[in-house]
C-alpha cells in the first residue's frame, strides 16, 4: 500500500485526480470503478474540468460502480444512478451505454447480482476508486463480509444508515439494503485508490493500515491487493502512525 496524506480535501481530491488522468490519458478504453459519497465529488469536478477545459474525451471509457440502493431507482434523486449521472456522465462525453450500476429497483435480487457478477468479469477496472465508511466498509460491504464475496444484497447497518442519513430528509427515508460488489469483485481491479477526508473516518483508515486484515475492518483486505493507493487528508490520516 502506498499511503499519501495531503494538506486538505482538496489537495486529496487533485492528487486522485493525477492518477485517474494518466490512466485514461494512457488508455482511452480503460474501464473505471466508481464510488458514490461525499468522497469523490471533488474528483469528479475535477474530471469534469479537465473536460471542458483539456478536451480530454470519455467517448472510449466504460465505467462499473460498486453499489446501488435497492429500491431507489435511476431518476430518484437519492440513487447512486442519480449521482453519477449528475457528478460527472451527462458533464462529460462519455456513452452511458458503457455506464454501470447495479439496477436498483430489480424484481429479482438474486438475478440482479448474478448479472452485475458476469457483467465484473467482462469490464475488471483499470483503476476502482473508493472511498471508506467510518465502520471500514468498502462499497457497502460491512464489517463481518468475507473476503471472497462478490456481487450480494447488503442488510445495511444501523451506523452506515445513519451516517447516509444526512442526505435524506429523514432518516426513515434511507434504503434498509443496497446491492454492493463484493470484496472480491473490488480486489480484481488492477489498480485501487481509496479516499477518504475528515476525522470521522481517522479510526477507520488506521485500522485499513495498521489493524489486522480481517473482516472486521473490510478495507484491510486491500493490503492483499499489490497495487493500492491511500489518498487521505491530514485529518483522516492523524491517527496512522
Ligand atoms: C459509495 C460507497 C461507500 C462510500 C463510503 C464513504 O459508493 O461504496 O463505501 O464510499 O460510505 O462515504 P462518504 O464518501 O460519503 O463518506
Same mark, same amino acid.
Given at each position: 500500500?502506498?499511503?499519501?496524506?495531503?494538506?486538505?480535501?482538496?489537495?486529496?481530491?487533485?492528487?486522485?485526480?493525477?492518477?485517474?488522468?494518466?490512466?485514461?490519458?494512457?488508455?482511452?478504453?480503460?474501464?473505471?470503478?466508481?464510488?458514490?459519497?461525499?468522497?469523490?465529488?471533488? #474528483?469528479?469536478?475535477?474530471?469534469? $474540468?479537465?473536460?471542458? *477545459?483539456?478536451?480530454?474525451?470519455?467517448?472510449?471509457?466504460?465505467?462499473? =460502480?460498486?453499489?446501488?440502493?435497492? @429500491?431507489?431507482?435511476?431518476? =430518484?434523486? *437519492?440513487?447512486?444512478?442519480?449521482?453519477?449521472?449528475?457528478?460527472?456522465?451527462?458533464?462529460?462525453d462519455i456513452d452511458k451505454n458503457n455506464t454501470h450500476l447495479p439496477c @436498483?429497483?430489480?424484481?429479482?435480487?438474486?438475478?440482479?447480482? $448474478? $448479472?452485475?457478477?458476469?457483467?465484473?468479469?467482462?469490464?475488471?477496472?483499470?483503476? *476502482?476508486?473508493?472511498?471508506?465508511?467510518?465502520?471500514?466498509?468498502?462499497?457497502?460491504?460491512?464489517?463481518?463480509?468475507?473476503?471472497?464475496?462478490?456481487?450480494?444484497?447488503?442488510?445495511?447497518?444501523?451506523?452506515?444508515?445513519?451516517?447516509?442519513?444526512? #442526505?435524506?430528509? %429523514?432518516?426513515?427515508?434511507?434504503? %434498509?439494503?443496497?446491492?454492493?460488489? @463484493?470484496?472480491?469483485?473490488?480486489?480484481?481491479?488492477?489498480?485501487?485508490?481509496?479516499?477518504?477526508?475528515?476525522?470521522?473516518?481517522?479510526?477507520?483508515? %488506521?485500522?485499513?493500515?495498521? @489493524?489486522?486484515?480481517?473482516?472486521?475492518?473490510?478495507?484491510?483486505?486491500? $493490503?492483499?491487493?499489490?497495487?493500492?493507493?491511500?489518498?487521505?487528508?491530514?485529518?483522516?490520516?492523524?491517527?496512522?502512525?
Open positions: 500500500m502506498k499511503i499519501l496524506i495531503t494538506e486538505n480535501y482538496d489537495k486529496m481530491s487533485e492528487t486522485a485526480f493525477s492518477f485517474v488522468k494518466e490512466i485514461i490519458t494512457e488508455k482511452p478504453d480503460a474501464v473505471l470503478g466508481l464510488a458514490t459519497g461525499s468522497t469523490p465529488i471533488g #474528483l469528479y469536478a475535477l474530471m469534469v $474540468r479537465d473536460h471542458e *477545459q483539456n478536451g480530454t474525451s470519455y467517448k472510449g471509457i466504460k465505467s462499473v =460502480n460498486l453499489d446501488e440502493y435497492v @429500491g431507489l431507482s435511476a431518476d =430518484n434523486e *437519492q440513487s447512486y444512478a442519480y449521482f453519477m449521472n449528475y457528478h460527472l456522465f451527462d458533464k462529460v @436498483g429497483t430489480a424484481e429479482d435480487k438474486k438475478a440482479e447480482c $448474478r $448479472r452485475y457478477n458476469e457483467l465484473l468479469k467482462t469490464l475488471v477496472p483499470d483503476v *476502482q476508486i473508493l472511498g471508506i465508511g467510518s465502520n471500514g466498509h468498502i462499497g457497502f460491504n460491512e464489517p463481518g463480509t468475507e473476503k471472497d464475496s462478490v456481487t450480494h444484497v447488503v442488510n445495511l447497518t444501523e451506523n452506515t444508515i445513519k451516517d447516509n442519513s444526512r #442526505l435524506f430528509d %429523514r432518516i426513515e427515508d434511507v434504503p %434498509r439494503q443496497a446491492f454492493s460488489m @463484493g470484496i472480491k469483485n473490488i480486489l480484481a481491479s488492477k489498480k485501487i485508490i481509496v479516499m477518504a477526508s475528515g476525522e470521522n473516518k481517522a479510526k477507520a483508515v %488506521r485500522a485499513m493500515i495498521e @489493524g489486522p486484515v480481517s473482516s472486521a475492518c473490510p478495507a484491510s483486505f486491500l $493490503r492483499e491487493h499489490n497495487d493500492v493507493v491511500v489518498v487521505v487528508d491530514k485529518a483522516a490520516g492523524k491517527l496512522i502512525k
